[in-house]
């Protein structure tokens, strides 16, 4: 399995402000994805990052709100932007198999507090 | 649309006791994957096992083991003998073949063993 790493681990916000999050593997990956999870709640797939193409959104995010970049294969960043307190959550990326089906290995989260 | 059902919010048990914790899905795929993850208190998610639509062969790990059954649409995982360090939400998940890496959570399940 692939070994992630996210920065930073914690951040308090001001709302109205943007904060980056870094997802770095240590392999070359195809597949990255953005998930959140609010306190207490499950995962919620935000996105999914393929290098050099555009990430692809769930229902319910868009791109203005959480714009995601993919520069290369073991590199991604998730900006939260305008934030407010309801964007409170643990944001974690993960990565997929090579190809088809398969587990998804997450990186240790980002705790991101907006006050 | 493929859905994870994880009836259980929180389940308490005293140490060495045996503990089932349920999952039910829904999908109109054939070919599909399982999942089981663990989130201890340090937040990062831990992956446990995978189980693929064609394999219904249950399986153990340790003081883990896992029953897959396609007639009730269960994935259900039974904790023997548990221990404090045992303590966590434990998310069941599944991604569809024709949803490629789209990986849905259930609720999650959060599990006390007490001393």
């Known amino acids: 399995s692939a070994v992630i790493s996210q920065k930073p681990s914690r951040d308090i916000c001001q709302r109205g402000t943007s904060l980056t999050i870094q997802c770095q593997v240590d392999s070359q990956v195809t597949m990255m994805f953005w998930y959140r999870q609010q306190p207490g709640q499950s995962l919620t797939l935000i996105a999914t990052?393929?290098?050099?193409?555009?990430?692809?959104?769930e229902s319910g995010f868009v791109i203005d709100k959480f714009p995601i970049s993919r520069p290369n294969l073991t590199f991604s960043t998730l900006t939260v932007s305008n934030m407010s307190p309801e964007d409170s959550s643990i944001y974690l990326c993960?990565?997929?198999?090579?190809?088809?089906?398969?587990?998804?290995?997450f990186g240790p989260g980002t705790r991101l507090t907006v006050t | 649309a493929q859905k994870v059902t994880q009836a259980q919010t929180e389940i308490s048990v005293v140490e060495k006791e045996d503990v089932t914790l349920d999952c039910v899905y829904e999908?109109?795929?054939?070919?599909?994957?399982l999942f089981w993850y663990k989130q201890p208190p340090s937040g990062e998610l831990v992956f446990l096992i995978r189980?693929?639509?064609?394999?219904?062969q249950n399986e153990i790990s340790g003081r883990y083991s896992w029953n897959f059954q396609k007639s009730t649409s269960s994935f259900n995982f039974t904790i023997t003998a548990s221990q404090v360090v045992d303590s966590a939400v434990y998310f069941c998940?599944?991604?569809?073949?024709?949803?490629?890496?789209?990986?849905?959570f259930g609720a999650g399940t959060r599990l006390t063993v007490k001393p």
């Open positions: 999908t109109r795929d054939t070919t599909y994957y």
């Open positions: 189980r693929n639509s064609f394999d219904e």
């Open positions: 993960s990565v997929g198999p090579r190809a088809g089906l398969g587990e998804q290995y």
């Open positions: 990052a393929n290098q050099g193409s555009e990430a692809t959104y």
């Open positions: 998940a599944l991604s569809e073949a024709r949803n490629n890496n789209d990986m849905r």
